[in-house]
Each structure stands twice: as structure tokens, then as C-alpha cells.
């Protein structure tokens, strides 16, 4: 007999984003919540965090969304494949499982319209772009909702995406492209920098292993400062001595705008390709 306390989940794809997600979930989420994984190859990765869990029933693993049982009366599916596989996923799951379901879609570009073509009647569905934050409790989350989703639709998403870091409603989908460009990618820029950082480090005279640890270690307290202090102008002054050693190296980053611009095209690449997949 189900219990109406307990909130279903089903989450279709524990790829790198779903497995991020159900970490922090399970982590924050239970008893009130619990989760049918559907993928076809993350067995031993789903087995490995039953293990953990004092009530492992909370979490069951399906290979297929057509293995979901009819009964299972959902009421939020999470949507973190490719977005060429959402069609796919969608159609195979049982008609039953989601009648009274929200479906929330994590993947790039594709629009609410176009995953409502492949759902078995008309559920609300909102589309919300996390980051990989989520593991450690710090995605940054941020979506969209149209005016058909349900007040009890838009709680499940809150609850979800707060569990696991910030999250903020946009006023149109649109923008999705924008923050997929900025927080959903984001965290790829910074590792980027970071490994740059280490090269260059490793280039001028210090071994792997310190390098290494300093980047990092910098990029992290940089992290934590901005946290503290949301003004990442100001803290950049507080590091900078006048014709000191960082106004040294900001003149390289800020000669004719190559950070900015560097950025911005960035961005725009991103943005870019978040829009061509709206096309899956
Ligand atoms: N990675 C990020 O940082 C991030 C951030 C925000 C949003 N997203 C979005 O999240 C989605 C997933 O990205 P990802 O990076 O997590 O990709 P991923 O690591 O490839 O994860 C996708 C998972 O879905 C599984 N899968 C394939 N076919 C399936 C099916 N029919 N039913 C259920 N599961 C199936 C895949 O299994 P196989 O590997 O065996 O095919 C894989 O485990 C994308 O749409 C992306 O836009 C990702």
C-alpha cells in the first residue's frame, strides 16, 4: 500500500547530471521522497548508494522505462538523458505511471513543447537547468514553468532543486539558453581555468603536485570568498596592489578586453548550441 506521505520520483538517466542529482537527493530527500532510477547501465553505481541507505527500498533501478510498473503512480519524473533519447525514454514508459505526474526535463535546448509531444496526455511540464554542483549540495538551479503547471507542480520542483542548492524561477523559457550558457556549463570554465593554471604553473618552475594543490586550492577559496561577499569586483581590488604583482597579470587578461570578449564568445558558443538543440 502506498504511503500518500512519500513523494515518487522517477529519474530517467543516472548519467554524470542524474547521478549528481540523485546523490544530493537521497542525501536530503528521505523518507519524504523516494526514487525509481530508470537507465539501462548504471546498476552497480544505483547498488553502490543502496548500500548506504538504512531503508534501501527508497531507490530501485529499472533497465527500461518500460520495465516501470503500471501502478507506479508518479508524481514527478525527471527527464536527465541526452535530449535526442527524451522521445524515446517518454514513449516507453507505461501510460499509468505518470497520469498524475510532473515531468521536469534537465537536458539543454529542448523546448516544454516538444517534450509535451511525446507525453501521454497533457502534464505539466517545467524545464529547469541544474548544475553539476548537485552532488556537493551546490547546484545552481534555475527554471521555467509555463502557465499550465499546477501550484502542487511547481512545489515538487522547489523542493527538489532546493534540496540540492539554489534554484530561482525565470520569466520565460527562452532565457533556459542563457543559463545553460552561464551556470550549466559554468562549472567547465572554471576547471578549464584551473587546469590552465596548473600548466602554467608547472611551466614556470614549481612540480605537478604543487601546482596542482595551489590552483586548486585557490580556485576553491575564491569560491568560498564569493560566497561571504558577492562582489567579485571588489574582492579582485582587495587582491591587487597598486602596480603590485596582480595588476601585473590583470593587465594581461584586460588588454583590449581579451577576458571579456574571450568570455562572451564563450558564452555565445554555448547559448549557441543550447538553441540547435532545441531541434532533437
Ligand atoms: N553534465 C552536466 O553537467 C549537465 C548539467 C545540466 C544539464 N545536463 C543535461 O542532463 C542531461 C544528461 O547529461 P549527462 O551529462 O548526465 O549525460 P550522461 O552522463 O550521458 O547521462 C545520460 C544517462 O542516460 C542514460 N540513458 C540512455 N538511454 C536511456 C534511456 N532510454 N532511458 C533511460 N536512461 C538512458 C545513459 O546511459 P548510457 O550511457 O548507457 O547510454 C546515461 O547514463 C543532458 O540532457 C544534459 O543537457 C547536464
Known amino acids: 500500500m502506498r504511503d500518500p506521505r512519500v513523494t515518487r520520483v522517477v529519474l530517467i538517466g543516472a548519467g554524470r547530471m542524474g547521478h549528481a542529482m540523485l546523490v544530493g537527493w537521497l542525501r536530503e530527500l528521505r523518507p519524504s521522497h523516494e526514487f525509481h532510477v530508470v537507465d539501462p547501465g548504471v546498476c552497480d553505481a544505483v547498488a553502490a548508494l543502496r548500500k ?44 499509468p505511471t505518470a497520469l498524475n505526474a510532473v515531468v521536469i526535463s534537465v537536458a539543454a535546448g529542448v523546448g516544454i513543447a516538444d517534450i509535451q509531444q511525446h507525453l501521454h496526455g497533457n502534464l505539466s ?17 534555475a527554471g521555467f514553468a509555463d502557465a499550465s503547471t499546477k501550484p502542487d507542480g511547481r512545489v515538487h520542483v522547489e523542493l527538489l532543486f ?29 576547471f578549464a581555468m584551473c587546469e590552465a593554471m596548473i600548466m602554467a604553473g608547472i611551466e614556470q618552475g614549481l612540480d605537478d603536485t604543487t601546482a596542482r594543490s595551489l590552483a586548486i586550492a585557490t580556485v576553491s577559496a575564491a569560491g568560498r570568498l564569493l560566497e561571504n ?52
Request: charged fraction near 15%; charge should be negative.
Open 125 to 141: 511540464t517545467v524545464r529547469v537547468m541544474p548544475n553539476i554542483g548537485a552532488s556537493v549540495g551546490y547546484s545552481v538551479s
Open 229 to 280: 561577499c558577492p562582489d567579485p569586483g571588489l574582492l579582485r581590488e582587495t587582491v591587487t596592489s597598486p602596480n603590485g604583482t596582480t595588476a601585473a597579470g590583470l593587465a594581461v587578461l584586460g588588454k583590449e578586453n581579451v577576458l571579456e570578449r574571450l568570455v562572451w564568445q564563450t558564452l555565445d558558443a554555448a547559448r549557441q548550441r543550447s538553441i540547435s538543440l532545441s531541434n532533437f
Open 52 to 95: 548506504r541507505l538504512a531503508n534501501p527500498g527508497s531507490l530501485v533501478h529499472y533497465a527500461s522505462a518500460q520495465d516501470l510498473p503500471d501502478d507506479l503512480a508518479a508524481d514527478v519524473i525527471v527527464l536527465a538523458t541526452k535530449p535526442r533519447i527524451i522521445a524515446a525514454a517518454l514513449q516507453a514508459m507505461p501510460k
Open 162 to 190: 532546493q534540496a540540492i542548492g539554489t534554484f530561482s524561477w525565470l520569466e520565460s523559457e527562452d532565457q533556459l539558453h542563457a543559463v545553460t550558457a552561464l551556470s550549466g556549463s559554468g562549472p567547465a570554465y572554471v
